[in-house]
């Protein structure tokens, strides 16, 4: 994957020769030339892509080139603002390590040796293995995993061509059991943006969520209103958070004990009675068995679990209930831990139960009942064979169980799985035991990675496609479900570089080649979004225009006596008793049961988010590289002192498979507890091509060979490792 | 005439780092240098600690060192309050970086100049908020004008103790910090 | 205390960087002509001129100002980020800035410094100048001899005070922010300037006398020195951590250990020489020996004039008020 200036500007030069004549231009010459009033900036909305959270994003373009990139006022999720990678959202689209050309493999797979190829050779190829496995094995034979945007275009390719199977890591990877013990309790999931009230909450909760840290545009901004409020924080984390910087109690946890201090914190809600009986009466059932489940669940208990105080855990108890409704507990995101991550989620719920908090003021608020038609389409083939994308798990989610798939991949069972399509997701990065994932790739006839980077597990693919930034084209129109609804648009701000595409055309070219053209009956995207606001009655013209249009609300955001509350479980209530997991086999109220603890010398590793990273995916933006080129082991001062570790040097991670790390940065701190250490997640990129990020810092999912799949939604627990600290080169 | 100040308001500031990549993109900060900057504090032993976090920027002084020691008249201090340069007489002597008592410049790699925080002159002149303001998450930034009574800034230092970053050094800081501690009484 | 910071530029964290060996010579130089620009006053005005007959120096000491200044001028040069703006230092006046007087004062001194070393030029040598313009302007400005010698004289003390002036106006650095390095500067100029003038003399009533002026300023600096240290030592935080580098042994900070020892030994041994030759009852000639050791004692006190430039341009640069 070297290319020559010569390619390059080859490459370019295809590309149009209006793009040669911008980029001779220096972005200093034209901001010169704006100051002197010779050119006019060109503000274009769309909506942004370096995390999920798609915030309203309006570009300003001078003569073709983005030059700043500021958050939409009119959207929801941004309000006029933009994080720091939001505001590095340029840095991908002329980041010079993108993907320029389709890319064919050359070399083994994991060789990274390509060449390249025009876009007729390599969806001409990528058509005609499709074809093969679809005669040979079936379409169910293909699988797609995806992430994002991407998805809009590419699910439904995998639909029409006949295959169930999708995996999307951001089910049974990351927020899968939340939903699921959400839902199992509540019956509905807590959405994204999650619906917490924190502007209003009097008392916030965060397990392992290290809000702020984790940048989540509008939800940091609710963050920061209620801090500066005064609303009182409670942060349980091992570690000393920016979150637990601002709290009025940081609870210090051992990891992996969640659920003990959780149940403690339901049993002294129930012993001093200061849950909220009128709101259980009318709308919860279970509570005597509840009750009776935690009766053993005394403070004093979790303490010893937990190694807080029991004291701080009654404290922590009441300011919870004295506080309540008001309160919110909020579920995290990333929940994938333990592998009994349901039922923390389930305690989560009942806590919000118990407190009253669903659906009141500084809890959760509902969303709004306001829905949009469906567009009409073509209906999809039903496919012969069950999926397999769903294991064996009772509650696993539409989204699909990722790892499923692999296994299958592997064993041929139930059936093989021999073609892979990857859009918006670097598997590599986000799955656990990349061995698996190698051991899988390496069983396929077809491997498709569509992506705007060359990523680690781009290059392991047999076709690389590269699909143009976020900035430089349509996608299907975001529907934000909040206390309103909110229609966005994403259009292009500037035309695609190189030889890249948008990936609706992407997916529209395999479907022409694969006789599947009906299911895509446009000509480009953009006609099939103007009949979609003709549908909704949204004026496109207006929409190009303000990038976000929001249809009020139409339904009360708080449970009153005008609007009591429905709850979509099987008994209609609350269920502080799930009778559902009961018949499936599972504890129907939450239990503690004790997990591994690290042995003499080793750590727990947990891992978390910088503000500046979204996974592995910003690790070669050139802004936000350089405010954080690699990421650093956390590691409590008194054992760094024990093994000899100063701040600052390189050390190698060793998990208890023998698995070494890269090198990565100690970074020597009050700020941790002695049993686990915390890395960054998705540092230590194995392609070449990410000139930048390549072999910067530790890969945590690399030390991840372990996980412990939770049986009831099948997602995997990744904080199960444990590695040892060793000084870089010691045993090398 | 504006006296323009900013007010930092350490409680809702979560170190996201986004007005420093807003900052840059803004102003054309070449690669490895800025305007701005967040400092992250942490006192104490695990687990009795206490953190502070603050961003920092050219304090705009109203005795500002910076100007006083530029030969060439190049650094003034304008009637509005900021600390601005004119490029075009900067003779890249350094003197105002080394008379910075907060660090606030740099020399620009690409040009040589002495660069710095303008408080996005630029964007104000249009009516907008400094890049860094505009786009800070937790609105831990406040900027506006002193005379004007109505104000945020204005309100927001009627309302709060509030500090300067090294009053003993009598430079009369235009940037003020609402500081508290991680622990609230 | 754990701080983290991001977004940091190179040039100021985790310590200023600004300025290097290039400015220290620069400072070094410019006082070392400085100095120079004093003793010639003082060689041609002292005792009725009686001291500047017959003596070569009389005749280089004044040209080799203007010429040593240009060397150190060059470096000061050297370190401008945009040169081709050096012209703004003459179209403005910024009283507050030393930066500004030093450029005006340099626009002085070097006219001054060359029109004083024409005028001084003693009668005999003149055919030396070669060029008829210079001897006839050099015969007109004897007249002026006098006057010449006391501008020379102010811009020299002038000068060697602006160079410590440059550093210590910055509250910023507190080693660099005491009123006691500016006339510590002055000194150890003006006692690089005799040392000078006692290696290019020639004459051994010339070499003595300069011998004499230099172990007063000697004196005076080494009790400048340690008042200096005292002083940082005795006033706030910032001040005492900023002598710190000089007092702490450890790898970090070896050079500026090195150069306090350095100086520590240099300047009384230098002393001890001086005495021992003022006192030796020298006969007409001095012998090799003795001139061998007049060298060395001048060498080292500008080596100690080198040594203070250095370790404190480098030694401020470390210090901060927070």
Redesign the interface.
Known sequence: MKFSRRTFLKASGAAGCSLAAYAALP??FL?WAE?QGMLKASYVPTFCEICFWKCGAVAKVLNGRV?????NPAHPGAR?????????G?GLLYDPNRLKTPLIRTGARGEQKYRKATWDEALDLIASKMKHIKSEFGPESVALFTHGTPTDHFLPLLSAYGSPNVGMPSFAQCRGPRDVGLELTFGEGIGSPERVDLTRSKVLVLFGSH???N?H?SQ??D???A??M?TKLIVVDPR?S???????S?L?IRPATDLALMLAWIHVIIKEQLYDKAYLDAYANGFTELAAAVADCTPEWAAHETDLSAESIVETARLLGHNAPNVCLHPGRHATWYGDDVQRSRAIGILAALLGSWGREGGYFLATRTSLPKPESKPFPEPAKAPLNLGNFPFAGAEGVTQEIRRATISGTPYPIKGWIVTGTNLMKAMPNQKETIEAINKLDLLVVVDVMPTDTAMMADVILPECSYLERHDALAVGKGRSLSISLRQPVVQPLYDSKPGWWIAKQIANRLDLADYFPWQNLEEKIQAQCALWGVNYQELKKVGTITIPNSANPYITAEAPAEFKTGSGKIELYSKELKEKGFDPVPRYTRHPVPRQGEFRLVYGRS??HTFSRTANN???H??YPENEVWI??GKAKDLGVINGEYVVLVNQDGVRSNRIKAKV?????TDCVYVVHGFGAASKSLSRAFAKGADDQGMITRYAVDPICGSTGMHVNFVRVEKEGVHA | MPKYAMVV?Q????????C???C???N?VP????R????????????K???E?RSELCNHCDNP?CV???????SYKSPDGMVLLKK????????C???????A???NE?K???DKCTFCS?RIAEGKQP?CV???????RIFGDLEDPASAVSAALRDNHHDV??A????NPRVFYIKKF???E | ?????????????PH?H??DWRVSLYLFLGGLSAGLAVMTSVLHVRKGGALATGERAASTAGLLVPFILSIGMLFIFL?????L??F??Y??V?P?????W??WGLLVFYPVSILYALAAFPEERRPQLRLPVLIRLSEWLSAWRLQLAAANFGMGIFIGVYTGVLLS?????PLWNSAILPILFLTSALSAGAAFMIMIADQKKVKLFFTKVDIWLILAEMVMLPLFFYGQYTS?GAHRDSIMPFFTLSHDYFWYGLGLLLLVVIFPIAVVLKFLEVREDHGDELTGQELMRMNLSALMVLLGGLIIRLSFVYAG?LS???
């Open positions: 972005e200093k901001l100051e030059v700043k990139l500021e958050g006029g603002k933009l994080c720091a990678r939001g505001n590095a340029a809000l702020g840290e940048m545009n940091v901004q963050f920061a209103d801090l500066a005064g000393f920016i979150a637990a910087g601002k709290a009025h940081w210090p503000p500046v050139p802004e936000l350089e405010l409590n001062s701190t009050q700020r941790i507890r | 308001d409680r809702r500031c979560v170190a996201c780092m986004a420093v990549v807003a840059k993109k803004e054309e690669p490895g240098q800025f701005t900057r967040v400092v992250e504090q942490v006192e104490g032993e695990f687990p600690l206490r953190m976090l060192p006083y020691n530029c030969p060439t008249g190049a075009n007489r900067c003779v890249g002597c350094k003197a970086v080394a008379s910075c008592p907060y660090d410049r740099y020399i690409e040589g100049f002495a630029q890049a505009s786009t800070c998450i937790g609105k831990s970053l090294l003993s050094a009598g430079t991680g622990k609230p | 205390m754990e701080i983290t910071v991001t977004g940091v530029n190179a040039l100021v964290s200023l600004v300025w370190d401008l980020e945009r040169k703006n050096v703004w230092f179209l403005t910024q507050l800035s030393p930066m500004s030093g450029s106006s910055f509250v910023a650095r706030s640069q901060r008020l927070s």
